[in-house]
């Protein structure tokens, strides 16, 4: 007699046909997935196809519309943040939720009681019990601010999972990590995997959630359009997998965004830029530039590969100007033009496209029109005599906004109520407004969805191709080996290489982002 | 000139040093917490004001300093009140409610006062003290630090007390939270708009207290318009402390020794204009801010988390 | 709601708080805005009233003779005029400040010091130069006095980036003791019992306007205040200011030199609160008592909030104001009260107009949506 196999048990977290809506817009349509105990889910889509309704819908922030929600096969309401905690399903999202002045320790003691006091003992045990499933250790006393980001991402993931481990959500986790806390992320996932924990690893990426997933599922305007179960995972070949998640996110093969890398190998241009032995100051907490220097022609694109933090935006400030060099030349045209500020800079034609797009790029109260024109505040026809003329400001307001197809109301809302996509155009549309001779580009599509990421680098391309020299810092290495035409490494501030876009460039990048020794 | 330094100077330096301290302080630690939570209060002026009235009618009508502290603390709320529900609740202008309650409550209270007392001027008995044993035998300082009303030790207990909140609660955790970074605590599953109010509130309590100690202890009488700026003093006590407590009882005690100075120095035999002696402690903390400003590192964010008023 | 919309950084507390280049409301009806400008009044009239019946006062008669005196007497009238000066130069300096982003709270001081220098200086000028020429440098006298009793703070923030709201409230009572000090001593005035400055004779003084008790000093503060509302929304240096108080960091991105703008912004608000005092000196009084502090910028701050930093609005709530305080000194005599009602008076009427402000936006918004 055959015995019969024993019910599997049923998935963790399941949920059943959720759909919340919102004004003007089904955010989950009729969602249906579940993840069992041990196994890590990807979940594939890029912005506004709803990721964060879901992640708000299991961590408790919102009740969803119609549909339920299963933990181990009963169904629950997830009424608080509090409620899905104690359930055991915590959230790390991409933005940090800690508080960087206080301990490990008091962080996660946060959210205690307010009568009682710091209940050390009790914390330190939890937090070894924690550290221990994870296989890691942290140091309880360190001020959170002065951790890694790595390690903060850790005491982050030890919080989540601190009322119940059933499952963690990590939305975007990798986005701020070096290669090596990555990898170390894997191993802690893989750690949690054991334990038994599920893991909804959230990302707009395909190759993690190939890296990361034992099975995928793919999100898309609010409804799960398909998935690889980990059955299926495992059988496909990598290409054949990628192939099928392409295919069920933009509904065609072969249109991936990695597939156009096709570099033009004409005869470089003259030389436009030329940088030597560029040094800037370390300010606190800030890491320093230590004589860099290359040579950028017309028409070429150089990349800046390199993990954040090895020097990169203060490289590219120092270069608009924005930052003063203690020691080196920069040359424009064979003119130095070092002493310059950014506004010589702007207009002998050197652009910068920062990474800071409301912080610094842009001023968010202030009309679009004003924005397209801040750094050229009294230069006329903008300004005769110091006096506005806004008729002028508006025509060239409406004339950029066309050309770079910016949705907005109008040329007088303020920037700040428009899409990040959109102020990104606005951003691109004023550095590559008349004549751009260089322009540095810093993390040019972080943040943006998939078609605006298109678009941006069809900018750079386009840019290039009519003789923009082009300095591309970014940290998506994808992006930089699509697009440039030679690839150079910041390490701890110093240019450490420069490679030609080849087939060996991803393999060399690697080995000289991660020079000697691990990177923090 | 040599009665200058002699045994009598001292002691009512020591002395007047206290008394003009201990305002200054209350309202400066109460201050303290709001600033660590995130909260610029402009009212505290009107708080303690308010709190100096109250407190002195309280303790008038029925003869008991302590019924005039409570009643001083309830001054200083019904302040901070309006303040919380105002700001801290439905996030209107800080600055603009803030000086508008201060001017109220000038108004008010200097009316009351000429309804109640303009043709009475009613003072306070003298206080009875409370002589820490052996230690008020010093001489000199004895009888100026440790022969005071226990309002006085209280309030400089007040200091470790706070100081023990502020690193060894949750409610200290709380309010560095909700000043630093109120979305970790939000996403703590804890209160921003609690936590605030509870500061606010508290700042209230310690301002009207410390208005109640000038009226009632501090002068004896209540005159309108008494508290002449100690509330705007406070905030700057509290901002130069940067979340000590300990550093606003000694800038408290440093504002204080100026204050004191001019009356020490008529006992000493010295007449010297009381605007000059006035202007020392300000130009102290001038003088401090441009010799170490390079490195005091007041950072210019001290505006930012304190005029937050939303999340 | 979408993952798209970016939240970014939080909004500079400069820009959440002074929100220098908010786009106006624009839109609302006359009616509606009229009614909003009302409706705050009203409400602290009612509450004004109901103390002053419980002191047993009649109401109506006390705001008749506010109303009478402040704004339908023609002496009281000229009297709210004349008392508009000092405040709206005051406004002015401190739109220029907190447009860019500065916490100017040391206007009183910067008040008193160029109003005793004002003080000083005019009767020996007067006596050896031709009046307007005495008169315009002593004008000039107490812009410059001002500025200069900002530069200490200005250094230190534009140099260190030390936080300007200590430094600007310790030199204001800096201020205000160091000018007693010198009512008191070096510029007192002998032969005066009472300590004060030598007086400086009627006819050397701001002249009077038409025949009016009004003196040029509403003409320069009117000036001044349009001049720095067109500045500071038409011209480039107005916009770069505005960035600066915006966005220190997009200031520093878009290439402007931050310190030397917030050199200039300070001296120019500092420079016009000190021109306040002169004007007040010279049109007013003709000397300086000691001890002697209206405590106008207290006053004038929420005003200036209130308006949003828009110049024609703090004309309007100036003068609104002047018409308070000088027909409630009137009334609160007639009523046998101190003046000190009116004061409390003023406060209730801030608190309900900042009130009705948030919920007209409130309203607005939820139109909007």
């Known amino acids: 007699m055959m015995s019969q196999q024993p019910e599997a048990p049923p998935p963790l977290v399941a949920l059943e046909g959720v759909t919340k809506r919102f004004p003007g817009v089904v955010a989950n349509d009729r969602i249906s997935l579940s993840i069992r105990a041990g196994e890590v889910q990807a979940l594939l889509g890029e912005n506004g196809a709803g990721k964060s309704t879901l992640i708000s819908l299991l961590a408790g922030m919102q009740q969803p519309d119609e549909g339920r929600i299963l933990v181990e096969g009963r169904p629950v309401r997830l009424g608080s943040p509090r409620e899905a905690l104690r359930l055991g399903i915590g959230t790390v999202y991409q933005h940090s939720t800690l508080v960087p002045s206080l301990t490990v320790l008091e962080n996660l003691i946060l959210g205690a009681p307010w009568w009682r006091r710091l209940d050390r003992a009790g914390t330190r045990a939890r937090l070894a019990e924690i550290t221990a499933k994870l296989g890691v250790s942290l140091p309880e006393n360190a001020v959170l601010g002065r951790l890694s980001l790595g390690e903060q991402q850790l005491v982050e993931i030890v919080k989540a999972l ?288 998939l078609s605006n990421i298109r678009l941006a680098r069809a900018a750079i391309r386009e840019q290039a191709a009519q003789g923009v020299a082009t300095v591309l810092i970014s940290t998506d290495l994808d992006e930089i080996l699509e697009l440039s035409d030679r690839i150079g490494v910041m390490l701890r501030g110093r240019l450490v290489g420069v490679v030609a876009n080849d087939a060996e460039a991803r393999r060399r990048i690697g080995e000289l982002m991660i020079g000697s020794g691990a990177q923090a | 000139m040599e009665s200058l330094l002699g045994p009598a100077f001292l002691t009512a330096l020591f002395a007047g040093t206290l008394a003009a301290a201990v305002p200054l302080l209350l309202a400066g630690l109460g201050e303290q917490v709001s600033e660590k939570a995130g909260v610029l209060n402009i009212g505290i002026e009107g708080m303690m004001l308010l709190g100096a009235y109250t407190g002195f009618v309280a303790a008038w ?69 409370l002589p820490i044993p052996g230690l008020s035998e010093i001489p000199v300082i004895g009888p100026a630090l440790f022969d005071r009303h226990p309002l006085v030790y209280l309030a400089v207990l007040c200091v470790p007390l706070l100081a023990w909140v502020f690193r060894r609660s949750v409610v200290g955790l709380n309010l560095q939270a909700a000043g630093d970074k109120p979305a970790a605590l939000d996403a703590a599953g804890v209160s921003v708009t609690a936590t605030r109010a509870g500061a606010v509130l508290f700042t209230g309590a310690m301002a009207g207290l410390g208005g109640a100690y000038l009226s009632t202890i501090g002068a004896g009488i209540f005159v309108p318009f008494m508290t002449g700026g100690a509330g705007f003093i406070a905030i700057v006590l509290a901002m130069l402390a940067r979340g000590r407590p300990l550093w606003v009882l000694l800038a408290a005690l440093l504002f204080g020794a100026c204050l004191s100075l001019t009356t020490a120095l008529q006992v000493g035999g010295v007449r010297v204009p009381t605007d000059i002696v006035q202007m020392l402690p300000f130009a102290a903390v001038m003088l401090l801010l441009v010799a170490f400003g390079r490195r005091a590192a007041l950072p210019a964010a001290l505006g930012h988390p304190y005029v937050r008023g939303q999340r | 709601m979408s993952g798209e919309a970016q939240q970014g950084a939080q909004p500079d507390a400069a820009e959440r708080l002074t929100s220098p280049a908010r786009v106006p409301s624009g839109g609302g009806d006359l009616a509606r805005r009229l009614a909003q400008a009302l409706l705050p009044i009203v409400l602290a009239l009612v509450v004004g009233a109901l103390l002053l019946a419980l002191l047993g006062r009649d109401p109506l008669a006390f705001y008749g003779d506010i109303v009478r005196r402040g704004l339908l007497s023609p002496l009281g009238l000229q009297e709210s005029i004349t008392r508009s000066a000092p405040l709206l130069l005051l406004g002015a300096g401190l739109i220029v400040a907190f447009r860019s982003g500065l916490w100017n709270l040391g206007v009183d001081g910067q008040f008193l010091l160029a109003a005793v220098f004002a003080a000083a200086m005019a009767p020996p000028l007067a006596a050896a130069l031709p009046v307007w020429l005495a008169l315009l440098l002593t004008l000039a006298a107490a812009f410059a006095i001002g500025a200069l009793w900002s530069a200490l703070p200005a250094l230190l923030k534009a140099g260190y980036g030390i936080n300007e709201i200590v430094t600007t409230l310790m030199m204001s009572f800096l201020g205000v003791s160091l000018a007693n000090v010198l009512v008191k001593l070096p510029f007192n005035d002998p032969a005066t019992t009472v300590p004060q400055t030598a007086t400086l004779a009627a006819a050397d003084r701001l002249p009077r306007l038409f025949g009016t008790t009004v003196n040029l000093g509403i003409v320069i503060a009117l000036v001044a205040i349009l001049a720095v509302h067109w500045l500071m929304t038409r011209t480039a240096f107005g916009l770069k200011l505005r960035v600066v108080g915006a966005n220190p960091r997009a200031a520093v991105h878009a290439g402007l030199p931050v310190a030397r703008l917030t050199l200039a912004a300070f001296g120019l608000s500092a420079g016009l609160a000190g021109l306040a005092g002169g004007v007040e000196i010279l049109g007013v009084w003709g000397n300086m008592r000691a001890d002697w502090n209206p405590g106008y910028g207290l006053l004038v701050i929420p005003l200036v909030f209130l308006a949003r930093f828009h110049g024609v609005a703090v004309i309007g709530f100036v003068f609104f104001f002047a018409v308070l305080s000088i027909g409630g000194e009137t009334a609160a005599r007639r009523a046998d009260l101190p003046n000190y009602f009116n004061l409390f008076l003023v406060g209730l009427i801030l608190v309900f107009m900042a009130l009705t402000e948030w919920l007209g936006q409130r309203w607005q918004q939820r139109r909007e949506t």
């Open chain 1, 162 to 449: 601190w009322l119940g481990e059933r499952l963690l959500i990590l939305d975007e986790a990798t986005s701020m990590l070096t290669p090596k806390g990555v990898e170390d992320l894997r191993a802690v996932v893989g750690r949690l995997r054991e334990a038994g924990i599920a893991v909804l690893f959230i990302t707009h990426k395909l190759s993690e959630a190939l890296a990361f997933g034992d099975s995928i599922s793919v999100l898309k305007a609010g409804r799960l359009v398909g998935g690889l179960s980990v059955a299926e995972l495992r059988a496909l070949g990598e290409q054949e997998a990628l192939d099928c998640i392409v295919d069920m996110m933009f509904g065609t093969r072969g249109e991936q965004p990695a597939a156009e890398a096709a570099r033009r190998l004409g005869e470089a241009g003259p030389t436009i830029l030329e940088v030597e032995g560029l040094s800037v100051a370390a300010g606190p907490m800030e890491p320093q530039v230590r004589e860099v220097g290359f040579q950028l022609h017309a028409g070429e694109i150089l990349g800046i590969a390199g993990v954040d933090g090895n020097g990169q935006k203060q490289l590219a400030e120092a270069l608009a100007g924005q930052r003063a060099a203690t020691a080196g030349t920069i040359r424009l045209e064979g003119r130095p033009i070092q002493a310059a500020g950014v506004p010589a800079r702007q207009r002998a034609g050197l652009r910068y496209v920062t990474d800071d797009r409301l912080g610094e790029g842009t001023i968010g109260a202030f009309p679009v029109s004003l924005n397209l024109l801040l750094k050229r505040i009294g230069t006329p026809p903008f300004w005769r005599g110091g006096v506005e003329q806004p008729e002028e400001i508006d025509r060239h307001a409406r004339a950029l906004i066309e050309r770079h197809d910016v949705r907005t109301p109008g040329p007088a809302t303020p920037i700040g109520r428009l899409s990040g996509g959109n102020i990104q155009k606005a951003l691109l549309g004023r550095e590559l407004d008349d004549r751009p001779k260089v322009v540095v580009y810093n993390k040019p599509t972080y943040g943006l969805d």
């Open chain 2, 61 to 129: 009508s029925t003869g008991s300093l302590w019924l005039g502290f409570l009643f001083g603390m309830l001054g200083g709320l019904a302040v901070a009140l309006p303040m919380l529900i105002l700001c801290v609740w439905l996030g209107l202008n800080q600055i603009v409610i803030g000086i508008a309650l201060t001017l109220g409550v000038e108004g008010l209270t200097a009316l009351l006062h000429h309804v109640q007392f303009s043709r009475s001027y009613p003072r306070l008995p003298r206080v009875e003290t």
